[in-house]
């Protein structure tokens, strides 16, 4: 499905980390690494999960969580997406360096012989809206992904009044995510978090917002409206 491709595409070319340099724009906010993820043959979900345990036993959970994103639509040139939160960019500098460990080494070897992920891709993101590592993680979610601008004198500080104002039931979050790299394709990608057994209400966010940002973006003529993932925590 060329959607798939396309979105890889858009994430790939404006949202890359040049992680030799360090720099970090928003200190203290939550840092989000996504990474695109295919099986190794006769691998599956439950595999990665096992695999998974052995990744608790060095690194600090209350400063990290890892999560497996299950496209509920058509793919092709993934199976899943490994997104990993961490509490601050200086959590995700640590993270880097224990990468040098025997235990992590270890680690990644089986991790390796379960699924193979496109370590030249990974792309990174703060989120805004003060959400902690636990929210963003919620275990049973659906996540839905929306590619907006903001229009033109907005500021980030208006869609957040707005977005607190919105009255949002217990059961749904909105997350907003700004691209480390900035581009000019999108200013932030919102994430809807919703109870699987919820309906997703596509429109929650146009219909309480819209005068505030555009999120009916066109990327290679493919419009992304339908980007909706089972979450499943792994830590």
Do not use: H
Request: proline share 2%; aromatic share 18%.
């Amino acid at each position: 499905m060329k959607i798939l491709f396309t979105i890889v595409f858009i994430l790939t070319f404006t949202a890359c980390s040049d992680e030799e340099s360090y720099e970090v724009i928003f200190p203290e906010k939550v840092f989000i690494e996504f990474n695109w993820c295919s099986y190794e043959p006769s691998k599956e979900a439950d595999d990665l999960g096992k695999v998974f345990i052995d990744y608790r036993n060095f690194l600090d959970s209350d400063n990290f969580y890892a999560t497996y994103l299950n496209p509920i639509f058509q793919v092709k040139n993934y199976d899943f997406i490994l997104m990993e939160s961490f509490k601050n960019k200086e959590v995700f500098r640590s993270n880097l360096q224990d990468k040098e460990s025997f235990f992590y080494k270890r680690w990644k070897s089986n991790f390796d012989n379960t699924a193979k992920c496109n370590e030249l891709n990974k792309q990174y993101f703060y989120e805004r809206s003060n959400s902690n590592l636990e929210e963003l993680n919620k275990k049973g979610a659906e996540l839905q992904f929306l590619f907006c601008k903001k229009l033109d004198n907005v500021s980030i500080n208006q869609i957040l009044d707005n977005l607190q104002l919105l009255q949002i039931d217990n059961t749904k979050n909105v997350f907003i995510l700004t691209p480390e790299v900035f581009n000019d394709y999108y200013d932030y990608l919102f994430v809807i978090s919703n109870n699987n057994d919820d309906i997703f209400e596509g429109e929650i966010l146009l219909n309480n917002i819209g005068f505030l940002v555009n999120c009916d973006l066109n990327f290679k003529g493919e419009n992304f409206n339908q980007l909706i993932f089972e979450s499943y925590p792994l830590i």
